[in-house]
Every structure is written in structure tokens, then in C-alpha cells.
């Protein structure tokens, strides 16, 4: 399944505190190595497979998780 959804994360909100990575159906958030300027550790989409759900991005206490939903495809007009 393509990915069906964008996810932004403004690491310089970002403060690690994981709840994202709970509230992902895919497990698909992780925990990464970089730091950001107020040296907390940031997470990153580690999927290609998200659905766009959005429960991310209500968890997140610090409002650092944009999600664009990929526009669905047209359906083909009945003749
Ligand atoms: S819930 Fe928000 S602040 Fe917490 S780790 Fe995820 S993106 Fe960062
Ligand atoms: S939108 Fe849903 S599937 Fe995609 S990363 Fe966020 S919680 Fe996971």
C-alpha cells in the first residue's frame, strides 16, 4: 500500500516525549539520534506506509506534526 499521507515534524517543537510513537497504528514514528537546538531528541516518520490517520498529530502535546492526506484519486465518470 502506497502511502497515503504526508507527515510534517517541526523538530524545533519537538521534546521527544514519544507520544506519538504510542498513538501510531503502524509503528511507524521513531525515536531518533538528532538533537535539536534545545538538545532534545526528535522523532521521524520511519514508514512508507502511513495511512494519515492524524492520531499523531492530536497527541502531540507541542502541535509539531503536520499531516497532508494525499488527495484521493478521481473515479472514473460513469458513461
Ligand atoms: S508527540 Fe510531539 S513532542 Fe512528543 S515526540 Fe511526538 S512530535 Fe515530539
Ligand atoms: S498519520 Fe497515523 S499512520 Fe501516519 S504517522 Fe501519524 S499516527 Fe502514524
Known amino acids: 500500500m502506497a502511502r497515503k499521507a504526508t507527515v510534517l515534524i ?24 538528532d538533537l535539536n537546538l534545545k538538545g532534545y531528541r526528535i522523532v521521524r516518520l520511519d514508514t512508507d506506509k502511513c495511512t494519515g490517520c492524524v492520531n499523531c ?21 460513469a458513461t
Do not use: N, Q, Y
Open 10 to 33: 517541526d523538530k524545533e517543537l519537538c521534546k521527544g516525549c514519544e507520544l506519538c510513537v504510542i498513538a501510531c497504528p503502524l509503528e511507524g514514528l521513531v525515536l531518533s539520534d
Open 57 to 77: 498529530a492530536l497527541v502531540c502535546p507541542d502541535s509539531a506534526i503536520s499531516v497532508f492526506r494525499e488527495p484521493k484519486a478521481a473515479k472514473p465518470e
